[in-house]
């Protein structure tokens, strides 16, 4: 592709039969060359093609309060917010985590419009020594502890970590318990994880990655999860599906995203739409 095509957005797809929302997203994350969309300009272009609304998520003490504030200004966007796997260690070594995970809460505490806690989870391939994993479950676990107590969803960053993952669910699942919602945010793993993920009742959702012709293993996770579990997003700017991989992702670009996974369930796009709609209420309650 042209070096000049990378500095221009992707166009506009054809727009969804019915309406849905992006389950994740950063609009205020630099992606690549092109100027950020502002929230108004994000929310304008997605409601375009019938992505009539967006979770926006902060994941670093640096941007969790700009994600509240967004939320709080913008009826069509919620916030999810945490401190991401990979800030975590760093946060540890200067004493500060757990003054983080505070502010977390308290901006939750403080918000209606703040409907996850998260992303937490794990991340073995950017954090890769054990030290650091180990500071990362011990906050993953307070973010679990977190979104149990207010009754928050919770948002999980899963990145070459799969056994750990389930493992700590389960784990808390034993004891204290999980909170009620649990979502997998861009999904990376296989069937078989799907199906652990569909037998608890755990949300599944599916980014630009499942678009791509060597994610044989999203190919196959995707008709595993049941209809009333699917969810989906951008994880904007990144991912961005294809015939864009690459280039910056927003909100506007979920419909490539949902016919793909469409296609790859078989299933009527119309009543995917429906589906994945109903999910996000579900998941994180409603807009208004």
């Known amino acids: 592709m042209p070096d000049r095509d990378r500095h221009e957005r992707p166009p506009r797809p054809e727009a969804l039969p019915r309406p849905v929302a992006d389950s994740h997203c950063h609009i205020d994350m ?159 793993g296989d069937a078989a994880m799907a199906r652990v993920a569909a037998e608890h009742g755990w949300y599944v959702s599916f980014a630009g990655t499942v678009t791509f012709s060597n994610a044989r293993d999203l190919h196959a996770a995707a008709p595993v999860v049941p209809a009333d579990r699917i969810l989906v997003e951008t994880d904007a700017p990144y991912l961005t599906p294809t015939p864009y991989r690459g280039r910056t992702n927003a909100s506007y670009l979920v419909p490539l995203t949902v016919r793909h996974l469409a296609e790859l369930r078989g299933e009527d796009l119309a009543s995917l739409c429906d589906d994945l709609a109903a999910n996000t209420v579900r998941a994180f309650g409603d807009w208004a």
């Open 30 to 188: 630099r992606g690549g060359a092109e100027d950020v969309l502002s929230p108004a300009e994000a929310l304008e272009a997605a409601a375009a093609v019938n992505v009539t609304g967006i979770v926006q998520v902060g994941c670093s003490i640096r941007d969790v309060a700009a994600a509240v504030a967004m939320a709080e200004e913008h009826p069509r966007i919620l916030a999810a917010i945490g401190i991401h796997p990979n800030e975590a260690p760093r946060l540890a070594a200067r004493g500060e985590l757990d003054a983080a995970i505070a502010e977390v809460e308290r901006l939750a505490v403080g918000s209606a419009r703040v409907r996850g806690i998260g992303e937490t989870g794990l991340d073995h391939f950017r954090t890769r020594d054990d030290s650091g994993w180990t500071v990362q479950e011990e906050s993953f676990r307070a973010h679990i502890d977190l979104a149990r107590r207010l009754g928050r969803a919770l948002v999980i960053h899963d990145r070459d970590a799969h056994d750990d993952v389930i493992r700590v669910l389960l784990d808390e699942l034993s004891g204290a318990g999980l909170p009620e919602v649990v979502v997998f945010h861009c999904f990376s």
